[in-house]
């Protein structure tokens, strides 16, 4: 019986948005699926998306769930602008 991922909605309204909520949610997550929802995301900073990177490659890693969902366009475009494409997170090929 598959477990139903634990979910986190990043909430970042700005490039300067405080991550420590994300460590938080992450550090507890533990051997668990988990479900980044982006819709509440204006501005991805760099520093945020090294974090998702090194969380998705951990939990995939470990053979575990790991998604980004709900990618808005302001989010989208942030990505784009650091070289990384928004479907990325979609395809459990690419970590």
Request: hydrophobic share 40%; aromatic share 6%; with cysteine.
């Amino acid at each position: 019986m598959p477990t139903e991922p634990q979910t986190y909605v990043l909430d970042l309204p700005n490039a300067f948005s405080e991550l420590t909520p994300l460590i938080t949610f992450l550090d507890g997550a533990g051997s668990q699926p988990i479900k980044i929802d982006c819709s509440e995301v204006a501005m991805m900073p760099s520093r945020c998306l090294q974090m998702l990177l090194g969380a998705e490659q951990q939990w995939r890693s470990e053979g575990l769930d790991f998604s980004v969902v709900n990618i808005n366009e302001g989010c989208r475009r942030a990505l784009s602008l650091m070289g990384v494409d928004a479907n990325r997170f979609e395809d459990k090929e690419t970590a």
